[in-house]
């Protein structure tokens, strides 16, 4: 049994955990909910052996550990699968599974890499993944190195004594619903010598996979419930601490859109290997959902609009003229913003702070005589941190250290502030809380209310039915159906998915 008793954790004005106790047990899944902020990150880091705790014990088998770094953790049979995911892309699969173990297969001074690929194979074998361990992982799909990360941390079972706890941090914010169904397969199976910690924000998949939820609000675990007598509103309820708004996705905010004008015109556009013949138009305070599985172009779509690929058949116009040079460059200047999926790797400059990152793309406009303007920077950025209530202590907190849901806010603030009124939104709410997502989806109505334009992959159907005027499904690349989203009149879940699958 792995169990923490008391545990706390505190950093310059902030007092991240309090008192927290905690347990799993053999074989046990167990589930950790909470708001952006109520210490659920910092305590998977405890865990983990990236933070050290002020206070408490940490105990495994009734045997006090306290863990300096994570390969002590690692040691003690303790591996992570990370949200934001740690693989390196330009290394190949195997290289990414055995990354800092590779002497075990050093040979006179040298790696035996058929050795290598053949150890790859049994760990990936686990995870029944399909694949040449030589490939090089930036050619996956974001589930195929999902899976590589936990066939990665199931190498533990070869190095070490006794049972695996393995921490699931938001490992289904982009899967596919086939792909969620086959990851708890996979947990459910390894159960027999694994236990496991699923962090989500999905509270129907935390109730489907998990024994026991824990329930955290501001550094405290405020509720421990079991599998057969959670519910989905009550957990909700103690996690912000009062009931979830009913008009959920903004409905009454939905107003209608001008048919006038149109922002962006798709012509029977195809992108080889991604989409083909693909045609609509996008009006002045409209909300155009993308829907399809995993695949089915949603993405390659938002990301030709933004310049990123070029159309090899077809017309896309901006604003009434065509792209000269297909680049995200000429599409920033035309007023299109885009707020990718994966926020740390294309949204935010980790590294840069809040106002820096928030300026970015518009520094012409800070610039006078070569130098830049940086008191007109901060003053935008102090503006929009109170128009979008952005958690931070100032504007110089380093982004990457804000949580996700004020990551968002920040990359939004960047587009608006800049007066982009065509907003791309790849999967916008992946990852965040309740409370971050009510707020997101307070922007959408926002935006949509002052004229920007907005095309949207949500997260869930249900998100995507709730902010929609309109849903295209797509299906292998191809157009299946369009739905209209009037409030009152919208599409139902079993609408869609006849047309998705």
Not at 361 to 367: E, K
Not at 389 to 394: E, F, N, V
Request: charged share 30%; aromatic share 6%; glycine share 10%.
């Amino acid at each position: 049994m792995y169990q923490l008793n008391k545990v706390d954790k505190k950093f310059p004005g902030v007092h991240a955990l309090k008192a927290v106790d905690f347990r799993i047990g053999r074989g046990e899944i167990v589930g950790l909910v909470g708001e952006n902020g109520a210490g659920k990150s910092t305590l998977m880091k405890v865990i983990y052996g990236t933070y050290q705790p002020d206070g408490g014990t940490i105990t495994i088998d009734g045997r006090t550990v306290r863990f300096q770094n994570p390969r002590q953790a690692m040691d003690h049979g303790i591996g992570m699968v990370f949200q934001e995911q740690s693989l390196i892309t330009n290394l190949t699969v195997m290289e990414n599974i055995f990354l800092g173990f590779e002497q075990q297969f050093v040979r006179w001074g040298v790696i035996d890499w058929k050795a290598m690929a053949a150890a790859a194979k049994r760990q990936l074998a686990k995870v029944r993944l399909e694949i040449d361990p030589a490939t090089v992982t930036s050619k996956l799909s974001f589930a195929q190195r999902q899976l590589v990360e936990l066939a990665k941390v199931l190498t533990l079972e070869e190095r070490i004594e006794g049972d695996l706890v393995i921490l699931l941090d938001e490992p289904t914010s982009v899967l596919a619903r086939e792909e969620v169904e086959l990851l708890f397969r996979l947990v459910r199976e390894l159960t027999s010598r694994a236990s496991f910690i699923f962090v989500s924000h999905r509270m129907d998949e935390v109730l489907e996979l998990s024994d026991r939820i824990y329930v955290m609000k501001d550094g405290e675990v405020v509720d421990v419930v079991d599998h057969d007598t959670a519910r989905v509103e009550e957990i909700q309820h103690k996690m912000v601490g009062r009931d979830v708004d009913k008009e959920y996705y903004r409905e009454q905010k939905q107003k209608p859109y001008d048919p006038s004008r149109v922002l962006v015109q798709f012509d029977r556009v195809s992108v080889a290997g991604k989409f083909s013949d693909i045609s609509f138009d996008l009006h002045p305070g409209e909300v155009l959902c993308l829907v399809g599985t995993e695949g089915s172009g949603r993405e390659a779509i938002l990301r030709t609009v933004f310049g990123l690929e070029r159309p090899t058949s077809g017309r896309v116009e901006v604003k009434g003229k065509p792209y000269h040079r297909t680049s995200a460059q000429e599409a920033v200047a035309r007023g299109v913003g885009y707020v990718p999926r994966e926020r740390k790797v294309e949204g935010i400059v980790t590294g840069m702070n809040v106002y820096e990152n928030m300026t970015l793309s518009q520094m012409g406009n800070y610039a006078s005589g070569g130098v830049l303007r940086i008191d007109r920077e901060k003053a935008l950025a102090e503006e929009w941190i109170k128009r979008l209530s952005i958690k931070t202590p100032d504007i110089y907190k380093d982004c990457g250290g804000l949580s996700g849901g004020n990551q968002q806010k920040v990359v939004l603030a960047k587009w608006r502030s800049g007066g982009s009124d065509i907003i791309l939104l790849d999967h916008p709410t992946r990852g965040l809380d309740i409370g971050a997502k009510e707020d997101v989806y307070d922007m959408v109505r926002e935006m949509s209310a002052a004229g920007a334009g907005i095309v949207l992959v949500a997260d869930t159907l249900e998100e995507a039915i709730g902010l929609s005027h309109t849903i295209l499904v797509l299906k292998d690349g191809a157009f299946q159906k369009r739905f209209d989203g009037s409030p009152g009149d919208k599409p139902s879940l079993y609408d869609l998915v006849h047309h998705m699958i």
